[in-house]
């Protein structure tokens, strides 16, 4: 059964600052992986979605790798703003084509 | 392009009663998902439409929830009799194809007393 976690639970950082949230997942036999953002009483939005042959993927100040050998993404925000403050979540597509989820990691940006 | 619809935003029933929700997708999006999210939780999917057949429900408690997606366009979600574990955030999302983008409702949000 696919498990994916994300480390740390929750982040605090002034403005400015580069960034980087992890998210881990145990089966390696997956389609694709997602980053979504979900804001407080809000659905998720999709920001970057990496095919399992792709090793990375960049949305504006936004980076995404993937190395699905050892099991790990990282999502890099650069030059962080009060905006970016949200929940991040990770999310791995497996052979069931099903998305499993991690926790998230709460992200707050300090002006 | 118009979002995810979903109803009502919010909703407080006491155990044992029941509850329904519903989700309009993004028009021409083939394939809808119901996820309940659990606070402090990922979502975790319930089930799986495409168009208007079921592709996954294996996770769905199917001796308190159901659901259907007539027509192959909106969807309904109910619960009966509701346990106090069923509060929870309850969102739909909807994509294209099966390997597109999810495009996620702002969910309903259920509290049972």
């Known amino acids: 059964k696919q498990e994916v976690t994300q480390i740390p639970a929750a982040l605090s950082v002034p403005e400015g600052e580069n960034l980087v949230l992890n998210c881990s997942f145990t089966d390696s036999a997956i389609y694709n992986l997602q980053w979504f953002r979900q804001d407080p009483g809000k659905g998720l939005t999709s920001l970057l979605l990496i095919q399992s042959s792709q090793r990375e993927q960049t949305s504006g100040r936004l980076n995404a790798s993937l190395d699905k050998s050892s099991g790990r993404s990282t999502l890099y925000i650069a030059a962080s703003q009060p905006g970016d403050s949200a929940t991040y979540l990770c999310a791995v597509e497996g052979s069931a084509r099903q998305l499993t989820f991690g926790s998230g990691t709460q992200l707050t940006v300090l002006p | 392009e118009a979002g995810v619809a979903q109803s009502p935003r919010y909703k407080i029933i006491e155990k044992r009663q029941s509850v329904a929700f519903w989700c309009n997708p993004i028009?021409?999006?083939?394939?809808l998902y119901w996820y309940q999210q659990i606070l402090g939780q990922g979502p975790k999917l319930l089930i799986q439409?495409?168009?208007?057949?079921?592709?996954?429900d294996s996770q769905l408690p199917k001796d308190r929830f159901s659901a259907e997606r007539l027509k192959g366009v909106d969807s309904t979600l109910k619960i009966q009799p509701a346990k106090l574990e069923d509060s929870a955030v309850y969102l739909c999302a909807s994509s294209l194809e099966v390997n597109s983008p999810l495009h996620f409702g702002n969910g309903t949000r259920l509290t049972v007393t």
């Open positions: 028009s021409g999006h083939a394939t």
């Open positions: 439409f495409q168009n208007n057949g079921v592709v996954d």
